[in-house]
């Protein structure tokens, strides 16, 4: 039979008021190595910002009235400028079927909080905006469109996904992808139960991420990366790892 609209009152949108250690990882990159997520810009938005530009990085908790009087809170996982450009990123480990509307939420509030009036005239200012997939399925779109209808008028934009298991290590490097790294252990993901069993598997993840080490140890003597990003690189990578392994001993260790 045909498909079953989706609408937003159906839908129990979750309150994103808690953390994941994903997202946790995500937004520390972000507030202490923000100058990484420049190349995530221009990969995922064909845009050719310098390393150079300013990044400020904005306020990331929202709150929306509802209709019995309460407050709902909202925690975007990234709100940033740089230079004049500003970008809103959202970070999702497992489609859920509601990341549009979170989107949309969240997207709504940044318009808000940066409006202005002019006269008789509101103007709101959509942010450039994106998800980061850290899972993908068969399902799991190339890119997302937000479509507004007003009266007498439509107006969309689109929000460009970016699935951090198509990238291999060599194209995260080359690319200078690096605010992907603690996220690539995703791409492993499937294959924990074997590699907890088989130490010949085991062995080929632990030279990956000696290869990982040796490249960020040759980027921070290259003094292409300093070391404090160096360090938040790779405690950012423990963080991620130890929880998604944290049923397989071996694998976390």
Known sequence: GPKKKKTYMNLQIKKNNTS???????RTMLNDCPWLIIPVVNEMFQKKHSDKEKITVLNN??????QDGEQAERITDTNFMI?????????????DGTIMYR????????????????????IVKFP????????HNKRTPEKMTMEIRVPGATCSYPVPILKVQNYTIEEIFAKDLLFLIPFHIFLYEKDFKEYESNENRLEELICLYEEIMDRLNSYAIEQRIDEYTKR???DMSKKVLEHLAMKYSNVKK
């Open 83 to 95: 230079g004049s450009d500003r970008y809103h990123l959202e970070c999702q480990s497992t489609p």
């Open 128 to 135: 450039n905006t994106a998800v980061l997939y850290l899972r």
């Open 232 to 234: 938040t690189i790779i």
């Open 103 to 122: 989107v949309f939420e969240y997207d709504s509030q940044i318009a808000l909080q940066s409006s202005e009036i002019l006269e008789d005239k509101l």
């Open 20 to 26: 994941t250690p994903y997202d946790d990882a995500h």
């Open 61 to 66: 908790e929202f709150f929306l009235n509802k």
